[in-house]
């Protein structure tokens, strides 16, 4: 099993930034990838971006050029760092990690864009 907490959602002006990060309980070095998905009301859940165990990074293209995800494998995280946030952005953004055979979500983390 693996825990994921996600941290530094908050409320955020539109045109601003904020930085997401995800540690897990234990090494995220065999992880396939790591990624971020976000739901927001109404909405099913959506991707967002990944990045592979080699740093292979994916993006949604609604977040392409705004967002940046990365890894640090030695700290067991990944974080996600948003600018350039609009009121589309507002979602609870989840972290989840994929092991061979196992998928594992976080509980989320809200992220509001005020315009």
């Known amino acids: 099993q693996v825990q994921l907490v996600e941290s530094g959602g908050g409320l955020v002006q539109s045109g601003g930034s904020l930085g997401l990060s995800c540690v897990a309980s234990r090494s995220i070095f065999s992880a396939n990838a790591m990624g971020w998905y976000r739901q927001a009301p109404g909405k099913q859940r959506e991707f967002v971006a990944q990045i592979s165990s080699g740093g292979t990074t994916d993006y949604a293209d609604s977040v392409k050029g705004r967002f940046t995800i990365s890894r640090d494998n030695a700290k067991n995280a990944v974080y996600l760092q948003m600018n350039s946030l609009k009121p589309e952005d507002t979602a609870v953004y989840y972290c989840?990690?994929?092991?061979?055979?196992?998928?594992?979500w976080g509980q989320g983390t809200q992220v509001t864009v005020s315009s």
């Open positions: 989840h990690a994929a092991f061979i055979g196992e998928f594992y």
